[in-house]
């Protein structure tokens, strides 16, 4: 499969088209390509339209797919809403990147091996299975559907051949085991090739059935399914790392699962007030701290972060650190209280800090510290002024996601009209990215954007007033260790790599 | 003014929203419905306040010529709408700390454009003016009353016998938007605002153009 044209025209990495982008002090600053913390250039490796190609290549049809696939581009999408990528997860390694979509599907991508005679083609990644996780299902006692959206994926560390992922959507979480098959008994006694049960009469000889090598299957069965937990909306998962156990959190309860048992789940955290009258705030996302499995941290619609601790108690209720930054008066709105909810809290691959997004901002906790962030990001703040005109079309409901790089020296989330942004902790320098069609040459460099907020717009500014609202990047990914990202817009996937990979 | 009629549009484009994440797949998400809430009850008390202030500069103006807010919802220009957001972002103070007893005198001409529905609940703030009294909560957090995880069989009961159960993350939801917001956005003087939330008195009729009886009853028929 082939997404790209087959000539590669790598004179074209003229670096001297690499433009310096403004430093936040508005000069432009000398490109450095020695940072490698991804803030060089970025380009893209690969583009995948949902659903088309992706059916096309989950067919496995390698015949020229590049034409068919081409003819898409240039053809208006078919998308429908069950396209639109809800999550995506890179696994432990990089290897596999698991998408999510609002039809319940799963699309496992898998990275192409590097091969000497092709050493730039390493870095693509290419459709390796295909599954649906989750239908859409009708609870009778409350006459609702239930939403087969994928919410989250989460993957399981790798601990034999096969690959296991959990999938969740608003109520079920199921277990999902991807495994390959390249061989198949052949020569049974009893069955002939088709399967069809042979006459017992003529059979006058016995055999041995051998295995014999076939075309690379890629299978995936479902291994658990945990149900039946969850009477508000799950909006996270997260494994421990005992790699026994995993979370799932809904509104106001979080459940502690054992993968192994799915009749039953410990309700470690519960905020349903007994009045519902009362009720004040929401979970909005759950983690468990990446070394310690008896630690965890949930976000709440108020905009504050509980670290618990499990030890403490069987119902962790009472947190053990709670993180919270004092409002800034100056900064309060008519809004102020939606747009402080925290719609995304990670921890640090070193368990250091947690990275929590709001609707404006992205903030940077040190777990020591509790009563503010030591460092916040602006993503997009010349949204503050618009806040309700982002109230009236539901925009400032949307749920963005956050993700840091392996290092934890870079954190990146998404934005409106495609945008993206990258902020380095480091250098304190951020850069704002698109992934669009237009843009989608293969192998293109990315052009850092800037959003012009009043004044005089220069040429490659865009105003806010031509941002395109629904054009949103909710959930992006970050390989583990190297510097590729996979951005999903709506309903196509992006990965990109730096360009000194 | 201005403000006042933002604040009253947003309240209304809320109730909207409401109704309509009834409809969309999956239920009502709770987190939602708790931010539309919120921003209710902001509008609501950015629409007091302003309200309060306007009020004062109309001390010695003659009472007919006092604007009156329970003017029919304009939907109007975005205009007003950057202008809002700018005005409510001064702190509003609570309408609590606002009313203060000397207002109490102004507001009978207030409430002679509209029957002045008699409060059964005695309150300790004096914001006695008709249209209002159906806002002011008469205990700490009414509103999260809306954020009930039942069936909204309540206002079912209200507006007509009730049909088959319908699961509804906000069951009083509808009844409170009525009691609450029925002065509001019913311009007709006709219709007094309903009891406040203590007593459990049923809603007098209303005339049939009020959008928020077409939003109830369209829940009624959903």
Request: with cysteine; proline share 11%.
């Given at each position: 499969m082939v997404l790209q044209p087959s000539e590669r025209h790598y004179g074209d990495w003229n670096h001297g088209r690499l433009g310096p982008w403004c430093s936040p002090t508005g000069s432009p600053a000398p490109l450095s390509c020695?940072?490698?913390?991804?803030?060089g250039s970025w380009i893209l490796v690969c583009r995948l339209l949902f659903p088309t190609q992706v059916s096309l290549l989950s067919m496995e049809e390698d015949i020229d797919t590049r034409k068919i696939n081409n003819s898409f581009l240039r053809d208006?999408?078919?998308?429908?809403?069950?396209?639109?990528?809800s999550t995506v997860e890179f696994n432990h390694t990089g290897e596999l990147l698991a998408t999510g979509d609002k039809g319940g599907r799963v699309v496992i991508f898998q990275r192409e091996q590097e091969s000497k005679n092709q050493?730039?083609?390493?870095?693509e990644y290419n459709v390796y299975s295909t599954f649906q996780s989750h239908e859409p299902e009708f609870d009778y006692l409350k006459s609702l559907e239930i939403e087969e959206k994928i919410n989250k994926i989460r993957w399981l560390p790798q601990q034999n051949a096969a690959y296991f992922l959990l999938s969740t959507n608003d109520k079920t979480v199921k277990l999902w085991k991807v495994s390959e098959r390249d061989k198949r008994p052949e020569g049974y006694n009893l069955k002939d090739e088709e399967g069809r049960l042979r006459d017992?009469?003529?059979?006058?000889t016995l055999r041995v059935p051998v295995l014999r090598p076939m075309d690379l299957m890629v299978e995936a069965t479902p291994r658990r399914v945990f149900a039946n937990a969850h009477t508000y909306h799950i909006n996270s998962i997260s494994v421990n790392s005992d790699y026994e156990t995993y979370m799932s959190a809904d509104d106001l309860r979080i459940n502690l699962w054992n993968f192994?048992?799915?009749n039953q789940s410990f309700n470690?955290?519960?905020?349903?007030?007994?009045?519902?009258?009362?009720?004040t705030e929401v979970i909005t996302a759950a983690e468990f701290h990446p070394h310690h499995c008896n630690t965890f941290v949930y976000s709440s619609s108020k905009g504050t972060i509980r670290l618990c601790d499990m030890?403490?108690?069987?119902?962790?209720?009472?947190?053990?650190k709670f993180f919270e930054e004092p409002e800034d008066p100056s900064n309060r709105s008519f809004f102020s209280e939606i747009i402080s909810s925290i719609s995304d809290v990670k921890f640090s691959h070193s368990g250091r800090y947690i990275m929590t997004r709001d609707y404006l901002t992205v903030k940077v906790w040190d777990?020591?510290?509790?009563?503010?962030?030591?460092e916040t990001y602006q993503?997009?703040?010349?949204l503050r002024s618009k806040l309700c005109s982002l109230y009236e079309n539901d925009c400032i409901f949307d749920k963005f996601e956050c993700v840091w790089n392996g290092s934890d020296s870079v954190i990146m989330t998404g934005s409106y009209n495609n945008f993206f942004r990258m902020f380095?902790?480091?250098?304190?320098r951020d850069v704002t990215l698109e992934a669009s069609r237009e843009n989608s040459k293969p192998r293109a460099i990315l052009k850092p954007r800037k959003v012009c907020v009043g004044g005089k717009r220069r040429k490659d500014e865009i105003s806010v007033d031509s941002l395109?609202?629904?054009?949103?990047?909710?959930h992006t990914a970050w390989h583990p260790s190297e510097n590729i990202i996979a951005v999903a817009a709506t309903n196509n996937l992006y990965i990109f790599q730096d360009k000194v990979n | 003014m201005e403000v006042q009629k933002e604040a009253q549009r947003i309240m209304t484009l809320s109730v909207w929203k409401m109704y309509h994440s009834r409809m969309q797949?999956?239920?009502?998400?709770l987190h939602r419905s708790l931010q539309l809430s919120l921003v209710m009850r902001s509008a609501r008390d950015l629409y007091l306040s302003a309200k309060v202030e306007a009020q004062e500069p109309e001390?010695?103006?003659?009472?007919?010529?006092?604007?009156?807010?329970?003017?029919?919802?304009p939907r109007e220009a975005e205009a007003a709408a950057e202008a809002a957001p700018s005005d409510g972002e001064?702190?509003?103070?609570e309408p609590m700390d606002t009313q203060?007893?000397?207002r109490a005198g102004e507001t009978p001409a207030r409430c002679a454009q509209r029957?002045?529905?008699?409060?059964r609940k005695r309150r300790?703030?004096?914001?006695?003016?008709g249209g209002d009294a159906a806002l002011v909560?008469?205990?700490?957090?009414?509103?999260?009353?809306?954020?009930?995880?039942?069936?909204?069989s309540d206002v079912l009961d209200r507006l007509q016998p009730p049909p088959a159960q319908a699961e509804g993350a906000f069951p009083n939801l509808a009844r409170v938007l009525q009691r609450r917001f029925s002065g509001l956005l019913n311009?007709?003087?006709a219709a007094p605002p309903t009891a406040p939330p203590a007593c459990e008195a049923k809603p007098a009729c209303r005339p049939a153009d009020n959008m928020l009886n077409v939003l109830v009853r369209a829940v009624v028929a959903f």
């Open positions: 020695e940072t490698g913390c991804g803030e208006h999408s078919y998308a429908t809403e069950a396209d639109i990528i050493v730039h083609r390493r870095g017992p009469a003529t059979i006058t192994e048992i799915t470690i955290v519960d905020i349903k007030p007994a009045n519902m009258e009362e009720l030890r403490a108690s069987a119902l962790c209720d009472r947190h053990t777990l020591n510290m509790e009563n503010r962030p030591i993503v997009h703040d010349y380095d902790r480091n250098t304190k395109d609202f629904s054009k949103k990047i909710l | 797949r999956g239920g009502l998400r001390v010695t103006l003659p009472p007919a010529r006092s604007p009156d807010p329970c003017l029919h919802p001064q702190p509003s103070p203060e007893a000397p029957p002045a529905k008699v409060s300790s703030c004096s914001l006695s003016d909560p008469s205990k700490k957090a009414r509103l999260e009353e809306e954020e009930e995880e039942r069936a909204s311009c007709s003087p």
